[in-house]
């Protein structure tokens, strides 16, 4: 089984997480929409199926080169989930390229994955609209890391986007939200500040 049975077991925040974890406000607080991961739950660079097939979760730079998620092991990293036409990601991507501008760092990453739908060409066209100018380009080819990594949106239990997935410098998932969450807001800085910290 790959990571996609691993993560449909992100569950809401409960109250025994509520005492071990940072406070969480907004749409992070307890009893609202953000998952979090069961511990020692790593975000792995390729998956076993069903069949035996080992599949790598590789997403693509506008030159064609693959990229994993352990590139970005020593730094915090907010992947966010993304389609042009996705009326939430309208919103978010704007807003995650102003916190990437004032955050990313030694300690920080955030990387934008679009779906396979959009072509780079589409991208060029969303960045230039909405002024982008903090965030890299990466694509899903296939969709396929987006299809095993994301989890469900917990009340509505159907995979969307946008969804952002917070991932420790270990390697490790914190946890995500499916839909808009509100990392630039405060609450979201909170959250991200203090993993950055222990970074």
């Known amino acids: 089984a ?5 993560l449909g077991s992100l569950s809401p925040l409960n109250a025994a997480w509520a005492q071990a974890q940072p406070p969480r406000t907004g749409r992070f607080a307890p009893g609202g929409d953000y998952l979090t991961a069961p511990p020692g739950l790593m975000a792995p660079d390729r998956v076993r199926l069903q069949s035996g097939l080992v599949q790598p979760l590789a997403f693509y730079d506008r030159d064609g080169r693959e990229t994993f998620l352990s590139a970005y092991r020593g730094k915090v ?5 993304w389609r042009t036409r996705c009326h939430g990601c309208q919103e978010e991507v704007p807003a995650l390229d102003r916190l990437a501008g004032e955050m990313m760092g030694a300690k920080f990453e955030l990387l934008p994955i ?7 060409a589409d991208i060029d066209r969303f960045y230039a609209r909405k002024n982008i100018r ?5 694509r899903d080819t296939t969709s396929f890391v987006f299809d095993i990594l994301s989890p469900k949106h ?3 239990q159907a995979k969307a986007t946008p969804t952002t997935m917070l991932i420790g410098a270990e390697g ?5 939200y499916v839909g808009v969450a509100g990392w630039e807001q405060p609450a979201g800085r ?10």
């Open 2 to 6: 790959g990571l996609g049975v691993a």
């Open 77 to 81: 990293t907010l992947i966010q989930f």
């Open 114 to 120: 679009a779906l396979s739908e959009d072509s780079f």
């Open 134 to 138: 903090h965030l890299e380009i990466f």
């Open 154 to 156: 917990p009340r509505f």
């Open 172 to 176: 490790q998932v914190l946890g995500a």
């Open 190 to 199: 909170t959250l991200l500040n203090h993993y950055i910290s222990q970074a």
